[in-house]
């Protein structure tokens, strides 16, 4: 079955407790990304990567890294988490090639920042 | 920049009946995307459809279909014939080719609740 899947579904953390959310795409996808998605504001882009090696900040970078040594895995690494960083995450990714290829979504992290 | 606005934060329809959500966008690109995308309880985010800029023709999936004004920057979602499954987050995001970057812009979404 294609999908996107992340882990974990849920955290909940300490401040500057350094986590990772892993995701990963079985579809051979090159195009990955992060969303945040917090009330009033929406889902917003925080990092996304073209191709192996290749990643680029999105909108709300800010206190996120990311990596790409893989094709399927698109780990986003927060170091010292801080509460506003509670929030709903999630990944996504498409084919390249073209002008459009439908992105897929995974199911959500759900973190907390104490 | 490219901004995206559903009016409505919150609407219920009868099941069985017709509901439009409305979207509208602010862009001074030409070609560019459109999406509705459908968040139930799960949380998980579905496509529900999507319109090329470049197509005059709106676009249709099954119970869902939209109203595409590109002059006047609207997009609307219509939903025939609504089922309880229907009850969900609906958000309205824009997309347009820059480069490399497949970045989605969304709207705040819409609450729709399907009563029985």
């Known amino acids: 079955e294609a999908q996107v899947t992340q882990n974990p579904r849920y955290l909940i953390t300490v401040t500057g407790k350094k986590l990772t959310v892993t995701c990963s795409q079985n579809?051979?996808?090159?195009?990955m990304s992060w969303y945040r998605q917090d009330p009033g504001l929406g889902l917003r882009q925080i990092y996304y990567?073209?191709?192996?090696?290749?990643?680029d900040k999105g909108d709300v970078p800010e206190g996120y890294k990311v990596s790409r040594k893989e094709k399927r895995n698109f780990p986003l690494i927060l170091e010292s988490p801080s509460p506003n960083q509670t929030s709903l995450y999630f990944c996504?990714?498409?084919?390249?090639?073209?002008?459009?290829?439908?992105?897929?979504f995974g199911p959500g992290t759900r973190l907390t920042v104490l | 920049a490219q901004t995206v606005t559903q009016s409505q934060p919150e609407m219920s329809v009868q099941e069985a009946e017709t509901v439009t959500l409305s979207c509208t966008y602010d862009?001074?690109?030409?070609?560019?995307?459109l999406f509705w995308y459908k968040q139930p309880p799960s949380r998980q985010m579905i496509l529900v459809i999507r319109?090329?800029?470049?197509k005059q023709q709106n676009a249709t999936e099954n119970r869902f279909s939209v109203n595409f004004q590109k002059a006047a920057k609207s997009f609307s979602l219509k939903i025939s014939d609504s089922q309880l499954g229907d009850t969900a987050m609906y958000f309205c995001?824009?997309?347009?080719?820059?480069?490399?970057?497949?970045?989605?812009?969304w709207g705040l979404g819409t609450s729709l609740a399907v009563n029985p």
């Open positions: 996504a990714s498409s084919s390249a090639g073209g002008s459009y290829n439908e992105q897929f």
């Open positions: 579809m051979n996808h090159e195009y």
């Open positions: 990567s073209m191709n192996v090696e290749v990643t």
């Open positions: 862009t001074s690109e030409n070609n560019y995307y």
């Open positions: 319109q090329e800029a470049y």
């Open positions: 995001a824009f997309m347009r080719y820059a480069g490399n970057n497949r970045k989605l812009i």
